[in-house]
């Protein structure tokens, strides 16, 4: 080989180094530093002491699956409660769209999805651990802020196993634990949950538009009200029953009573009834304080049942304000005679 053929051949893998970093360049690294001015400069425009720019990983869902989207993340600690608006502000000043399949409203935990051409982020907004007591009240609103972002991108996407599996981790705080789908059909599925110390369960999932969301897991009896507006096939459920069944006959009144702190924030409110079937006044409430210290109670709520048939009546528990979604519901079937 002549030393004009060896000079050449240099000359040609320089070249081909040089176009490779470039493309790594333009497809990776530029796009994380992209990621990376995004979030100084909305740390700056809001005025919040967000973190220093760090790696971060997140579940991103979209109509047909969940994707683990690699990208930068910032967040900040106990800010107070209105200054999330300035982030959600900043979102839309900036031509960003909001996903309802990554958005989260719940009385402690809410997330919005934003999507801006390739880039997409996460805002999670949750209330601070030491703003509850031990009676997990709230005792002050303020709240801890994250942002993380990324490129979507669709080369790891999660099996239904791994979904639910990352959907345990979360609730249950990064616990080691293993999940079996014993039956998956549809939008539904059915399993078990296994923890590292031995104790476990079974779950009911739902999946909505490809964001799977766990209905119900436990070891006690499935509660029919919990899971009935999900519309299961009833061979996945049949064993399932209502918190209570009662009898009645016609003309008769009869209570329904919970029990609880009255220096509590958490409260059981009436959500509904029919009243073709039952007749409610508000007056028809009655509290008696059951405790010495006087912070236990009984609080009964008296319906009068009104003709023959099948009927339900609902409860909501609610906290802090009227504004809450409610953080539990009871449904009682009623059989009037």
Same mark, same amino acid.
């Given at each position: 080989?002549?030393?004009?053929? #060896?000079i050449? +051949? #240099?000359?040609?893998? +320089?070249? &081909? /180094?040089?176009? =490779?970093?470039?493309?790594?360049?333009?497809?990776?690294?530029?796009?994380?530093?992209?990621?990376?001015?995004?979030?100084?400069?909305? %740390?700056?425009?809001?005025?919040?002491?967000?973190?220093?720019?760090?790696?971060?990983?997140?579940?991103?869902?979209?109509?047909?699956?969940? &994707?683990?989207i690699?990208?930068?993340?910032?967040?900040?600690?106990?800010v107070?409660?209105?200054?999330?608006?300035?982030? *959600?502000?900043?979102?839309?000043?900036q031509?960003?769209?909001?996903?309802s399949?990554?958005?989260?409203?719940?009385?402690?935990?809410?997330?919005? %999805?934003?999507?801006?051409?390739?880039m /997409?982020?996460?805002?999670?907004?949750?209330?601070?651990? *030491?703003?509850?007591?031990?009676?997990?009240?709230?005792?002050?609103?303020?709240?801890?802020?994250?942002?993380e972002?990324?490129?979507l991108?669709?080369?790891?996407?999660?099996?239904?196993?791994?979904?639910?599996?990352?959907?345990?981790?979360?609730?249950?705080?990064?616990?080691?634990?293993?999940i079996?789908?014993?039956? *998956?059909? %549809?939008?539904?599925?059915?399993?078990?949950?296994s923890?590292?110390?031995?104790? %476990?369960?079974?779950?009911?999932?739902?999946?909505?538009?490809?964001?799977?969301?766990?209905?119900?897991?436990?070891n006690?009896?499935?509660?029919?009200?919990? &899971?009935?507006?999900? *519309?299961?096939?009833?061979?996945?459920?049949?064993?399932?029953?209502y #918190?209570q069944?009662?009898?009645?006959?016609?003309g008769?009144?009869?209570?329904?009573h919970?029990?609880?702190?009255? =220096?509590?924030?958490?409260?059981?409110?009436?959500?509904?009834?029919?009243?073709?079937?039952?007749?409610?006044?508000?007056?028809?409430?009655?509290?008696?304080?059951?405790?010495?210290?006087?912070?236990?109670?009984?609080?009964?709520?008296?319906?009068?049942? =009104?003709?023959?048939?099948?009927?339900? +009546?609902?409860?909501? =528990?609610?906290?802090?304000?009227?504004?809450?979604?409610?953080?539990?519901?009871?449904?009682?079937? +009623?059989?009037?005679?």
């Amino acid at each position: 080989m002549t030393k004009r053929n #060896i000079i050449l +051949i #240099i000359i040609i893998v +320089i070249v &081909v /180094i040089g176009v =490779l970093g470039y493309f790594i360049y333009s497809r990776f690294l530029a796009k994380s530093d992209e990621i990376t001015v995004f979030l100084e400069e909305l %740390g700056a425009s809001v005025e919040l002491d967000f973190s220093e720019v760090r790696d971060a990983e997140f579940n991103w869902s979209s109509i047909d699956k969940e &994707v683990l989207i690699k990208g930068k993340a910032v967040e900040v600690k106990s800010v107070a409660e209105d200054q999330y608006l300035k982030v *959600e502000d900043y979102f839309n000043q900036q031509g960003f769209e909001q996903d309802s399949y990554n958005a989260v409203l719940g009385p402690l935990k809410r997330a919005s %999805g934003y999507t801006k051409g390739e880039m /997409i982020c996460l805002f999670t907004v949750e209330l601070c651990e *030491e703003c509850l007591d031990e009676d997990s009240a709230i005792i002050d609103n303020k709240n801890d802020l994250k942002v993380e972002c990324g490129f979507l991108s669709t080369e790891t996407s999660f099996s239904s196993e791994e979904a639910l599996k990352n959907l345990f981790q979360e609730k249950y705080n990064n616990i080691d634990l293993e999940i079996t789908i014993a039956e *998956e059909r %549809g939008n539904y599925a059915r399993g078990s949950i296994s923890f590292k110390d031995g104790f %476990g369960g079974m779950f009911l999932a739902f999946n909505n538009n490809g964001h799977w969301q766990i209905v119900f897991d436990g070891n006690g009896v499935i509660s029919c009200e919990q &899971v009935e507006e999900y *519309e299961f096939p009833e061979d996945m459920i049949n064993d399932c029953s209502y #918190i209570q069944t009662i009898e009645v006959k016609q003309g008769e009144k009869f209570p329904v009573h919970f029990y609880g702190d009255v =220096l509590s924030s958490y409260v059981w409110a009436l959500g509904f009834f029919e009243q073709e079937y039952i007749e409610f006044s508000p007056e028809d409430v009655s509290f008696e304080y059951t405790g010495e210290d006087n912070r236990q109670a009984e609080q009964s709520y008296y319906f009068t049942a =009104l003709k023959p048939g099948e009927t339900k +009546i609902k409860f909501l =528990l609610t906290c802090c304000s009227a504004e809450k979604l409610p953080l539990e519901e009871r449904i009682y079937k +009623i059989i009037i005679k």
